[in-house]
């Protein structure tokens, strides 16, 4: 389905505010256009040469001023219903891209920086409002005032009415012209935007790197170059539309006045007829009222342009496949993990994961570690379905995870990530994201056994303490133990702490891991960890390198065993003595 008649399908959805608007459109166009004919009447029936008859051209004025008052009270109610209808479409639209957008599996933000995300669902859905809004209100309310003005030149006069119709196919030739070149400047415009937003989201984000390694004159470099491309398509765009606008219509209009001279010139000089002072004063009032309409429709093309391409850009989301949200509950399960022969890569034949197979039983603590790149946080990607496995099959008390919805198979699953991400709102609402099933109690219980009242306490308003974006006022380790009460506040089965202890300082170490021993009973727990002094105490110890298990046992196990974990162990004792 084309972009056009998707966007007409959306307009559908409330066709009955939008087509409201255009019958008091209609009826506005009718009233307005009837004035000239009044005109006429006075000026051909009652201002005759000697003669003024002042009692009927009062009236008849008098019904001129209640037309032109009618005209004004239609267009007010057409303007809101149309706009009405219009901002409705959007909020649909931007409620549907949203919304998809949460379906979207993870990779497809992997893979699309998350400035030209936000692009697509402000800057494109901005310019469709303008479509709606702007130019599909002008074009209906041009196109009504065209037909009207059409119908009323062939009253007047059917032979210069045919005329005046040669310019509809110069116009409709003219926008197939323009929207060969638009459509291309435009799409580069479209994605020059959705670049500068992303590098702008990217500085901003890494605004202390850019700073500590004087890369500032180095960024703005290369901003610079990506906003003079934009500039050049935006000049280009600028020629084509100042060739469009204005000057066609100007054109035009000099045109079709010239032969209306002749025309009638010549009628009045070669017959016995001749025109009336009532129908040459109408006949140039419905030319200069149909070639305002002309001019703004001419004048929308650019417009009409940028938000069909916006549009396209909008549903390129939207086709993204996708997958429901379901609401499907599932009792809780116990946690007993089994990976079969697991085999996982994000591109294709390059695996990070090779034929993996081990268990962990229900309460057990299973530590993951390996240097970066080995594959611990792609078995938790999995674990989590942030992805599916390439081959092999993971269970969950013996069901296969892809069998059960994403939604529903975390349901009993809580992370915390090495990087806590915290939303804006307060303390209370980050630890229970506004869940109505974690109440206000739950909060507090959640955060004093992860021990965070002792970190929290110098805090004015405690737990309703407000937090702004991504928590940059609060610490590493308050955030740490925020996100830390979130995953416990849910009552997982299945908690798994992706370097959960190693940004965080040492007294704040102690408190989580005084309280993760008592967290950790009755659930299964991940546990990946550089530090390998915080995973003496796990039932099983994974070695991972390059994808493949090494090495595993208990932390005791394991040094006897005088491998790889023994290595690492040694290395990062000789550092603390150091």
Same mark, same amino acid.
Request: cysteine-free; overall charge positive.
């Given at each position: 389905m084309s972009t056009s008649k998707r966007l007409t399908k959306y307009a559908m959805y409330f066709k009955r505010t939008i087509f409201l608007g255009l019958l008091f459109l209609t009826i506005a166009v009718f009233t307005e256009l009837a004035g000239p004919f009044i005109a006429k009447y006075i000026i051909d029936e009652h201002m005759t040469i000697g003669k003024i008859d002042i009692t009927p051209i009062a009236w008849l004025l008098c019904l001129y001023f209640i037309l032109a008052v009618a005209t004004a009270i239609f267009r007010y109610f057409m303007y809101i219903y149309l706009q009405m209808g219009a901002n409705r479409v959007v909020q649909r639209l931007r409620q549907d891209v949203f919304g998809h957008i949460q379906t979207l599996p993870i990779q497809y933000f992997d893979q699309l920086p998350a400035g030209k995300i936000v692009a697509r669902v402000t800057n494109d859905t901005e310019a469709l409002r303008n479509l709606y809004v702007q130019v599909l209100s002008n074009f209906?309310?041009?196109? @009504?005032?065209?037909?009207?003005?059409?119908?009323?030149?062939?009253?007047?006069?059917?032979?210069?009415?045919?005329?005046?119709?040669? =310019?509809? #196919?110069?116009?409709?030739?003219? =926008?197939?012209?323009?929207?060969?070149?638009?459509?291309?400047?435009?799409? %580069?415009?479209?994605?020059?935007?959705?670049?500068?937003?992303?590098? @702008?989201?990217?500085? @901003? /984000?890494?605004?202390?790197?850019?700073?500590?390694?004087?890369?500032?004159?180095?960024? !703005?470099?290369?901003?610079?170059?990506?906003?003079?491309?934009?500039?050049?398509? /935006?000049?280009?765009?600028?020629?084509?539309?100042?060739? !469009?606008?204005?000057?066609? %219509?100007?054109?035009?209009?000099?045109? $079709?006045?010239?032969?209306?001279?002749?025309?009638? +010139? !010549?009628?009045?000089?070669?017959?016995?007829?001749? %025109?009336?002072? +009532?129908? $040459?004063y109408a006949f140039v009032d419905y030319l200069t009222r149909l070639f305002n309409p002309i001019t703004n429709v001419v004048n929308q093309f650019s417009q009409l342009e940028r938000s069909l391409i916006a549009g396209q850009r909008v549903f390129e989301v939207l086709d993204t496949t996708g997958e429901n949200v379901s609401e499907e509950m599932m009792p809780r399960y116990d946690g007993h993990v089994l990976f079969e022969d697991v085999s996982f890569a994000y591109k294709e034949n390059e695996y990070v994961l090779k034929n993996l197979s081990f268990e962990a039983n229900r309460g057990e603590t299973v530590a993951l570690v390996g240097h970066t790149g080995s594959g611990k946080s792609s078995i938790m990607n999995l674990l989590f379905r942030f992805y599916d496995p390439s081959k092999g099959k993971i269970y969950i008390d013996g069901i296969d995870v892809t069998n059960v919805p994403? /939604? !529903?198979?975390?349901?009993?699953? +809580?992370?915390?990530?090495?990087? #806590?991400?915290?939303?804006? +709102?307060?303390?209370?609402?980050? %630890?229970?994201?506004?869940? #109505?099933k974690i109440t206000r109690k739950k909060v507090e219980e959640a955060l004093h056994a992860v021990g965070a009242e002792r970190v929290l306490k110098n805090l004015e308003k405690g737990i309703d303490e407000p937090v702004i974006e991504k928590g940059s006022t609060l610490s590493s380790g308050q955030r740490q133990l925020i996100s830390f009460a979130r995953a416990l506040a849910f009552d997982p089965a299945i908690l798994i702490l992706d370097e959960a202890t190693s940004n965080i300082d040492t007294e704040t170490e102690e408190i989580i891991q005084h309280a993760m021993e008592v967290l950790k009973k009755g659930r299964t727990t991940f546990i990946i960890a550089h530090r390998l002094s915080t995973i003496k105490n796990a039932d099983r110890i994974l070695v991972l390198e390059r994808g493949v298990i090494k090495e595993q046992g208990t932390h005791d196990e394991l040094l006897s065993h005088g491998g790889i974990y023994n290595q690492m162990y040694q290395m990062q004792a000789k550092s603390l003595q150091v």
């Open positions: 209906a309310t041009s196109f @009504i005032s065209i037909a009207g003005v059409y119908i009323a030149l062939f009253i007047l006069n059917w032979k210069m009415a045919l005329i005046a119709l040669i =310019m509809m #196919p110069i116009i409709y030739f003219w =926008m197939i012209l323009y929207r060969k070149y638009a459509a291309q400047y435009n799409g %580069v415009i479209r994605t020059k935007i959705a670049d500068i937003n992303a590098m @702008i989201n990217e500085s @901003i /984000q890494g605004m202390t790197i850019i700073q500590a390694f004087r890369r500032e004159k180095q960024m !703005t470099k290369e901003f610079d170059e990506m906003n003079e491309e934009h500039y050049a398509y /935006q000049r280009k765009l600028l020629f084509l539309d100042s060739a !469009t606008s204005f000057n066609l %219509v100007n054109s035009l209009r000099l045109i $079709l006045f010239t032969i209306f001279i002749l025309y009638f +010139g !010549t009628q009045s000089l070669t017959t016995a007829e001749i %025109v009336s002072s +009532g129908t $040459l994403r /939604q !529903t198979i975390r349901q009993h699953m +809580g992370i915390v990530l090495q990087d #806590p991400y915290l939303f804006t +709102g307060t303390i209370a609402s980050n %630890v229970s994201l506004n869940d #109505p």
